[in-house]
């Protein structure tokens, strides 16, 4: 037996080292798309008499220097005092908090709708919670914040019109002020994760009462809610974990809009302000600040798949471990 999940254990290892050598393999790659793709924009745009090949050789000569600035310099914006690395530390946790509050908002009142779904199935709270999720989720993230800003702001005056942000001299709002600034853009990000959420848990409930697990726990003298909740619960985690870097990644586009929308100090409203010149009233490419906001975003997705795997893996090893397709 010891044997057995000594080997169990290695083949999990081995199975996260691959994936974890995969995932960054797709960093690097993500990484050279965007650094070529925004250093050739921005020369395309402000360079003429240049071929594309040309162009090409530029942008490979300077990858060095860009790098050593961007990792170990001062890497200077055109509209900011800040330079890259002291605004990217100020405006990440922003965004980061913002869509980590909505994701884990989302996942629990999900799990709730979706499992009072499944014990009472057709019933007129099932009928209401699927009209309800179904009409949430068919209406963009980034119009429910312009309507709850209306109902909440404009006419009930409960919450904040905009996020809270002071001048820098002045430092950070109170927590409170801050707090009531991210009811608005979380509940606004939420509405189609907890749909999507539900609607896949009360599926996978509803398809396991049927069988043999459920029908053993009624042998042994188990409530159908009981049985549901011990037994079958635990069982339809996987497909819901299949789904979490889906919604992480919906979630982190959307939010793009949202912040934007919402006025959030996060990096979509930085990179928004530091591609649009106010004084010409155009855009263009800022490439530092471009290959930041990217990779910070691609960062996120790659670690909520690796996290994704890990628990895949941890809770039945023989799906991906044994398994040669």
């Given at each position: 037996m010891l044997i057995h999940y000594?080997?169990?254990?290695?083949?999990?290892?081995?199975?996260?080292i691959v994936r974890t050598i995969w995932l960054l393999l797709i960093f690097v790659i993500i990484f050279l798309i965007t650094y070529y793709a925004a250093r050739v924009s921005?020369?395309?745009?402000?360079?003429?008499?240049?071929?594309?090949?040309?162009?090409?050789?530029?942008?490979?000569e300077e990858f060095s220097e860009?790098?050593?600035?961007?990792?170990?310099?001062?890497?200077?914006?055109?509209?900011?005092?800040e330079n890259v690395r002291e605004q990217f530390v100020r405006t990440a946790p922003v965004s980061l908090f913002l869509v980590s509050v909505a994701f884990v908002y989302s996942f629990i009142v999900g799990m709730m709708l979706g499992v009072f779904s499944a014990m009472y199935p057709k019933s007129l709270f099932d009928n209401v919670v699927s009209s309800i999720t179904l009409f949430f989720a068919s209406i963009p993230a980034y119009l429910w914040v312009i309507g709850l800003m209306v109902y909440f702001t404009w006419q009930r005056d409960w919450l904040p019109g905009i996020y809270p942000n002071y001048p820098t001299d002045l430092g950070p709002p109170p927590l409170s002020l801050q707090a009531l600034g991210l009811i608005?853009?979380?509940?606004?990000?939420?509405?189609?994760?907890?749909?999507?959420?539900?609607?896949?848990?009360?599926?996978?409930?509803i398809e396991q009462s049927t069988s043999e697990t459920m029908l053993l726990a009624k042998a042994k003298g188990l409530t159908p809610k009981r049985a549901m909740l011990k037994h079958l619960l635990?069982?339809?985690?996987?497909?819901?974990?299949r789904q979490l870097p889906n919604m992480f990644t919906f979630m982190l586009f959307n939010a793009f809009l949202v912040e934007v929308a919402y006025n959030v100090p996060g990096v979509a409203r930085w990179l928004f302000d530091s591609m649009y010149h106010r004084s010409f009233k155009q855009?263009?490419?800022?490439?530092?600040?471009?290959?930041?906001?990217?990779m910070f975003y691609a960062t996120l997705m790659i670690t909520m798949t690796f996290i994704s795997d890990f628990?895949?893996?941890?809770?039945?090893?023989?799906?991906?471990?044994?398994?040669?397709?």
């Amino acid at each position: 037996m010891l044997i057995h999940y000594w080997g169990v254990g290695m083949a999990m290892v081995r199975y996260l080292i691959v994936r974890t050598i995969w995932l960054l393999l797709i960093f690097v790659i993500i990484f050279l798309i965007t650094y070529y793709a925004a250093r050739v924009s921005h020369l395309v745009i402000w360079t003429r008499g240049f071929t594309l090949w040309e162009i090409l050789q530029i942008v490979t000569e300077e990858f060095s220097e860009f790098m050593n600035d961007l990792l170990f310099g001062v890497v200077e914006q055109r509209q900011s005092s800040e330079n890259v690395r002291e605004q990217f530390v100020r405006t990440a946790p922003v965004s980061l908090f913002l869509v980590s509050v909505a994701f884990v908002y989302s996942f629990i009142v999900g799990m709730m709708l979706g499992v009072f779904s499944a014990m009472y199935p057709k019933s007129l709270f099932d009928n209401v919670v699927s009209s309800i999720t179904l009409f949430f989720a068919s209406i963009p993230a980034y119009l429910w914040v312009i309507g709850l800003m209306v109902y909440f702001t404009w006419q009930r005056d409960w919450l904040p019109g905009i996020y809270p942000n002071y001048p820098t001299d002045l430092g950070p709002p109170p927590l409170s002020l801050q707090a009531l600034g991210l009811i608005i853009p979380v509940v606004a990000l939420s509405f189609y994760p907890i749909a999507n959420f539900a609607q896949l848990l009360r599926a996978e409930l509803i398809e396991q009462s049927t069988s043999e697990t459920m029908l053993l726990a009624k042998a042994k003298g188990l409530t159908p809610k009981r049985a549901m909740l011990k037994h079958l619960l635990p069982n339809s985690f996987i497909p819901l974990i299949r789904q979490l870097p889906n919604m992480f990644t919906f979630m982190l586009f959307n939010a793009f809009l949202v912040e934007v929308a919402y006025n959030v100090p996060g990096v979509a409203r930085w990179l928004f302000d530091s591609m649009y010149h106010r004084s010409f009233k155009q855009f263009f490419m800022d490439p530092p600040v471009v290959v930041t906001v990217s990779m910070f975003y691609a960062t996120l997705m790659i670690t909520m798949t690796f996290i994704s795997d890990f628990l895949y893996a941890l809770i039945d090893p023989r799906i991906h471990i044994h398994s040669k397709k």
